[in-house]
């Protein structure tokens, strides 16, 4: 049976001194700040409630890079209490905390017969600690981009022991460390068990699962082309949008998932009954045959953005139609409270359009 285990996140990890990293808020993971080299983290103190009590491991997931240094101490006492020089008594989590107290005194509390130290280990056994309140720290050394998250404390440490006679319980023992290791796995087996019902939520799934999940609903979000939000938002109405496909409603939809605004949809066979054809042709739209759909958007996108576009489009578009995006052209409009003075003018229609990249060499000719 599990025992209790104790997850650091955002209650501990608000009262907790951090120095270097960068909190995430939504998932609380702990980011390396990558304009210093010093990373370090001194949690809150755990308290199990029980004096002398025996804990068992401490376990987080990183990543770092190859020129980076790890260290973390761990230290048990039934006592929450710190004195200084001059007799003063302090409560041990606040001076961990405190950005005032050198980092040196602070590693001074884990330097006793009651404390560990570890090197490049983000999986330790606490068997050594005796006591009410456990304190953990962590230290890396060194500047790059990286992690570390899901940091948890089991109380238990070993699910095994029990199974075997008293005379092979002897804790901290060569034995018991060496049921640890299998001990470990059943334990990160167990945990991602539990956590498959999150993993298979599109609300709190990594964004990494996403593509996989739309792929499975026959929906291709390849190319690096949607926000995260979007993505979830494909996934999570996959099957409405599926069950509308080939409707103008789902070509709607699927523009107001990517651009975050509606689009209109004109259809060839439909606009040719009110306009002529060089209407059609001064406003830009494509005067084809009756597979022919104008889609005007009114954001401006790129080539690249457009051609992303018109790939997830052709996923729900109607059998046979082609599909054509005209970005709406920005006007300027006049309410009844407007006055234009002498020296006013309003412009009249545009010929060209030049972006602010464009660049005109020697022998370039501009023509009214």
């Not at 956590?195 to 990594?206: F, I, Q, S, V």
């Not at 939000?229 to 409707?247: D, I, W």
């Not at 409270?337 to 003018?345: F, I, Q, R």
Request: charged share 30%.
């Amino acid at each position: 049976m599990a025992g209790i285990t104790y997850s650091i996140k955002k209650n501990r990890l608000e009262k907790s001194y951090l120095s270097g990293f960068i909190r995430d808020e939504e998932s609380n993971r702990l980011y390396l700040d990558p304009d210093t080299g010093i990373h370090r983290l001194y949690t809150d103190a755990i308290d199990s409630a029980r004096d002398g009590c025996e804990w068992g491991r401490f376990s987080f997931a990183s990543s770092l890079t190859e020129n980076m240094a790890m260290y973390v101490y761990a230290f048990a006492s039934d006592i929450n209490s710190w004195y200084d020089n001059d007799g003063r008594e302090y409560l041990l989590a606040d001076v961990l905390r405190s950005e005032e107290i050198p980092d040196e005194d602070k590693k001074r509390i884990f330097n006793n017969d009651n404390g560990l130290r570890y090197v490049g280990r983000n999986d330790v056994l606490l068997y050594r600690l005796k006591g009410r309140y456990l304190y953990l720290a962590i230290e890396i050394l060194g500047s790059g981009d990286g992690y570390i998250d899901r940091l948890k404390v089991d109380m238990k440490g070993d699910y095994f022991m029990d199974a075997f006679p008293s005379v092979y319980r002897e804790r901290d023992s060569f034995f018991h460390r060496f049921l640890s290791v299998f001990s470990s796995i059943h334990s990160d087996i167990e945990h991602e068990i539990e956590n498959l019902p999150r993993l298979l939520d599109p609300e709190t799934c990594p964004r990494e699962c996403l593509g996989v999940y739309a792929g499975w609903l026959g929906i291709d979000l390849s190319g690096d082309f949607l926000t995260e939000e979007a993505e979830r938002l494909f996934v999570k109405e996959a099957y409405s949008l599926n069950r509308m496909k080939g409707t103008r409603q789902c070509l709607k939809r699927v523009i107001e998932i990517v651009l975050g605004e509606s689009a209109i949809i004109l259809e060839n066979n439909t606009i040719q009954s009110y306009m002529q054809p060089q209407e059609l042709k001064d406003n830009g739209i494509v005067n084809g045959g009756i597979y022919d759909v104008n889609i005007l958007i009114r954001k401006s996108l790129s080539d690249t953005d457009r051609r992303q576009l018109g790939f997830l489009l052709d996923q729900f578009k109607p059998v046979r139609s082609r599909l054509h995006l005209i970005p709406l052209r920005d006007t300027s409009t006049l309410d009844g409270e407007t006055y234009l003075d002498m020296n006013a003018v309003i412009a009249g229609d545009h010929i060209g359009i030049m972006d602010d990249d464009m660049e005109l060499g020697d022998g370039v000719i501009l023509d009214e």
